[in-house]
């Protein structure tokens, strides 16, 4: 089966320190992936995603990047955090047919 | 333009059912998704019409309708753990999903 891994769970960092959020998935290969971020009470904001490594594409214009390294392994970073980048940040896999996306259990950062 | 509507919020009784609709406009259209997410949790996966008609898990259905633009998530014998956010999500032409904000479900004994 399928699983897939975020961390840390929780994050608090000062405006203007460098970010770093990890994603793996497990059990199958070649999978697509996305980064969200979900506002408190909002949508899903989709940031970035990935149909193989090294390909990225971007939603939104932001201080954020993404990197694909590994055909498994996704990773949201930043230069230089800022307050509207608190959130909750969701890492996401599917196959690529049928595109129903599985999510992972988030990282909750908070700007201060 | 691309939207995606559906109540903030919407209150039921344990035992009860409750239908959430979700409605959207698109150029593009592949399938529509249901995802549950708890507070502070993750969204998980529901289910996904992509022809238009009733699909029934166990106490959960969802319907769709492709030429109104519409599809809603029925909840039947609702339970106090069912309380969570439903997020409609349509898939458009490049298989890219387009998330509406989510319907807050509150359950009450």
């Known amino acids: 089966s399928q699983t897939i891994h975020q961390w840390p769970a929780t994050l608090v960092q000062p405006v203007g320190s460098p970010l770093s959020l990890e994603c793996t998935v497990e059990g199958t290969s070649n999978p697509n992936l996305y980064w969200y971020r979900q506002a408190a009470g909002r949508g899903l904001q989709l940031l970035f995603y990935?149909?193989?490594?090294?390909?990225i594409s971007s939603e939104v214009p932001q201080n954020l990047s993404a990197s694909r390294p590994q055909d498994r392994q996704f990773i949201l970073s930043s230069k230089k955090l800022l307050l509207s980048d608190s959130g909750f940040y969701l890492c996401a896999w599917s196959r690529t047919e049928p595109y129903e996306q599985y999510f992972g259990p988030g990282t909750r950062l908070t700007v201060t | 333009g691309q939207n995606i509507d559906q109540p903030t919020e919407m209150t039921a009784t344990e035992g009860a059912i409750v239908q959430i609709n979700c409605t959207y406009q698109?150029?593009?259209?592949?399938?529509l998704f249901w995802y549950q997410q708890h507070a502070g949790e993750a969204p998980t996966f529901l289910s996904y019409?992509?022809l238009d008609g009733l699909e029934e898990k166990g106490r959960f259905s969802s319907f769709l309708s492709r030429s109104k633009g519409y599809s809603y998530l029925l909840l039947k014998e609702l339970q106090m753990k069912d309380s969570a956010s439903y997020l409609c999500?349509?898939?458009?032409?490049?298989?890219?999903?387009?998330w509406g904000a989510g319907t807050k479900l509150i359950i009450k004994p």
């Open positions: 990935s149909v193989g490594i090294g390909q």
């Open positions: 999500a349509w898939e458009d032409s490049n298989y890219q999903l387009i």
């Open positions: 019409n992509v």
């Open positions: 698109t150029s593009g259209f592949n399938g």
